[in-house]
T-cell receptor, first 116, second 110 residues
Framework: SQTIHQWPATLVQPVGSPLSLECTVE??????LYWYRQAAGRGLQLLFY??????ISSEVPQNLSASRPQDRQFILSSKKLLLSDSGFYLC???????????????FGAGSRLTVL | KQEVTQIPAALSVPEGENLVLNCSFT??????LQWFRQDPGKGLTSLLL?????REQTSGRLNASLDKSSGRSTLYIAASQPGDSATYLC?????????FGKGTSLLVTP
């Protein structure tokens, strides 16, 4: 069965410190991978998506970056955190097929980041 | 750019009531639409997925409908229970990723 893991679950970091959130998927190959952010009072915002190793598309210009060093690993990073980076970060995956109509997007449990 | 709107933003109902959550989207060229549930501080759980060729999907007390031409979907919850209290999110797949509404926060009181 397919599972998705995110860590850490919670993180408190000072402004200007680096960030690394990790996401891995098991039980599937060549998934599409996504990083979303959910800030207080706002909807889910797509940050990055990846259709393959080393392939990253950015939706929102900011001080965050993403990498996909392995097929089932997706990492969200920052060199220097800002207060506005606080939020709930969610990793998700979807199976790649020619017809995507029947594919369900599956989320990890999320990582709550507080920048002080 | 696909815009997804959910109405109402919040809803409080007594236990046992039937209720309808609404979702609208601006671009009818979609692959599918998903309804999710999110409990406080948790990730999202997929409830129902409706493909663009389908009109509705049912799972237990939940029924989701899709009218692609008018850009609307509804989530119907029958005989609501306190355990249904959560935020319900609608998401539209128009290509590489899903666009989400801001959700409807539902409270079912005993």
């Amino acid at each position: 069965s397919q599972t998705i893991h995110q860590w850490p679950a919670t993180l408190v970091q000072p402004v200007g410190s680096p960030l690394s959130l990790e996401c891995t998927v098991e039980g599937t190959s060549n998934p599409n991978l996504y990083w979303y952010r959910q800030a207080a009072g706002r909807g889910l915002q797509l940050l990055f998506y990846s259709v393959g190793i080393g392939q990253i598309s950015s939706e929102v210009p900011q001080n965050l970056s993403a990498s996909r060093p392995q097929d089932r690993q997706f990492i969200l990073s920052s060199k220097k955190l800002l207060l506005s980076d606080s939020g709930f970060y969610l990793c998700a995956w979807i199976r790649q097929t020619v017809s995507s109509g029947a594919n369900v997007l599956t989320f990890g449990a999320g990582s709550r980041l507080t920048v002080l | 750019k696909q815009e997804v709107t959910q109405i109402p933003a919040a809803l409080s109902v007594p236990e046992g009531e039937n209720l309808v959550l609404n979702c609208s989207f601006t671009d009818s060229a979609i692959y599918n639409l998903q309804w999710f549930r999110q409990d406080p501080g948790k990730g999202l759980t997929s409830l129902l997925l409706i493909q663009s060729s389908q009109r509705e999907q049912t799972s237990g007390r939940l029924n989701a409908s899709l009218d692609k031409s008018s850009g609307r979907s509804t989530l119907y919850i029958a005989a609501s229970q306190p355990g249904d209290s959560a935020t319900y999110l609608c998401a539209v797949n128009s290509g590489y990723a899903l666009n989400f509404g801001k959700g409807t926060s539902l409270l079912v009181t005993p």
